[in-house]
């Protein structure tokens, strides 16, 4: 028998799903022996699990895979002391709460010098669980909408782990809520940062930003400052704005919907919304947000642009989205969901303020180009 037939034959001890819906399923326990809780979300990608696992916008979520097999190229080794970390992190650490997966491949290492999957889970103190029927729990995630969750390996620590500042211990019948939370001081960075040495300035709020959002900036020929999203902007001196992607309610972001309504917008200054960004842009318009029954939550959510109706698939991780009844006078819906005609994007009529409800940097890098070209002229 070869030696990593003899790892995959390892015995895991069981772990149990704890449902909110009185549900509980039961597994194999992978990753960190300690016991979380979170809102129960899904992802039905193939690949990309790392850059999905280290995404800000996942934080206090227990992400469920629905594709049968994860962890199959490992995950790629981050540069030692590099914000731009090797593609593969959207951050410096894993932000899920933890992972249900149906199977784990524990063995393979990355062709950058990486580690097997597991591995990375337990460096990052995050449990997870195997060999639960996947495509069945996505189901009732589906149709519970609201759906919370405990991870609880058998035996597992009685300390609860919480590796984020929104979080106390939570009490043993409680399920985790991240929304009631206010998530900005868990994912912002706590200084300002400065990436590229471009002629033009772009002030990146950090809400939660994946790192792609400055790599592609930088690759444009920018000079970024990511800014901590309790940064005082009026003394920001930048030829445009971004408002970053992030995690949890927008309408729960202290006083940052204000500082962006009066600094950002009221700088007249081009203005990019990403993903929580878009719903911060909004609700600084006047417009208002509301929680959807299911999210949208994959990575091949079907877009359509207006008014010339061109189709894109987006990569999407959001519960909330902006109400189209109350878009305010002088802005246009700019791109819909074709499943449900949710709001996807906005902009303003006559003035440079655009914002897109999904990640811009696969088959939609183009509007990463129109905002750049907007700061150029």
């Not at 090797?86 to 290492?109: A, F, L, M, N, R």
């Not at 919370?148 to 211990?169: Q, S, T």
């Amino acid at each position: 028998m070869k030696k990593d037939e003899k790892v995959l034959q390892k015995k895991y001890k069981k772990a149990y799903l704890e449902l909110s819906n009185g549900i509980t399923l039961e597994g194999s326990a992978i990753g960190a022996d300690a016991t979380v809780s979170g809102e129960m979300v899904f992802n039905t990608g193939m690949l990309g699990y790392s850059e999905t696992m280290t995404d800000p916008s996942y934080l206090g979520q227990i992400l469920v895979f629905s594709f049968c097999l994860i962890g199959n190229y490992g995950i790629p080794a981050p540069k030692g002391g590099d914000f731009f970390m090797t593609k593969g992190h959207e951050s410096s650490s894993i932000k899920t709460q933890g992972i249900i997966v149906s199977d784990i491949y524990d063995v393979c290492h990355h062709h950058d010098g990486g580690i097997s999957l597991e591995q990375w889970m337990i460096e990052n103190n995050v449990p997870g669980i195997a060999g639960i029927d996947t495509r069945y729990l996505v189901q009732m995630i589906r149709e519970n909408g609201n759906l919370f969750g405990r991870i609880v390996p058998e035996g597992a620590k009685k300390e609860k782990l919480n590796r984020f500042e929104f979080l106390n211990n939570f009490s043993d019948g409680e399920y985790v809520d991240p929304s009631k939370y206010n998530l900005m001081p868990s994912v912002s960075t706590k200084e300002i940062q400065k990436f590229g040495t471009g002629a033009k300035k772009v002030a990146v709020i950090d809400c939660g930003s994946k790192l792609t959002i400055s790599r592609m900036l930088v690759e444009r020929g920018c000079k970024v400052l990511l800014v901590p999203w309790d940064t005082d902007f009026s003394k920001i001196d930048a030829d445009g704005w971004i408002i970053s992607n992030g995690p949890g309610d927008p309408q729960n972001t202290g006083d940052l919907v204000e500082r962006v309504r009066k600094d950002v917008i009221g700088s007249g200054k081009p203005v990019f919304g990403i993903c929580l960004g878009n719903q911060i842009l909004a609700l600084a318009s006047g417009a208002k947000t509301k929680r959807l029954a299911r999210g949208h939550i994959s990575h091949n959510q079907p877009v359509f642009s207006l008014p010339d109706r061109n189709a894109y698939m987006t990569s999407q991780n959001h519960r909330y989205a902006v109400d189209k009844k109350s878009i305010q006078e002088g802005w246009e819906l700019w791109f819909e969901n074709a499943n449900d005609g949710s709001v996807e994007g906005l902009r303003h009529k006559t003035k440079p303020y655009m914002s897109v409800q999904f990640y811009p940097e696969n088959d939609t890098s183009w509007i990463m180009d129109k905002f750049v070209n907007l700061i150029k002229k």
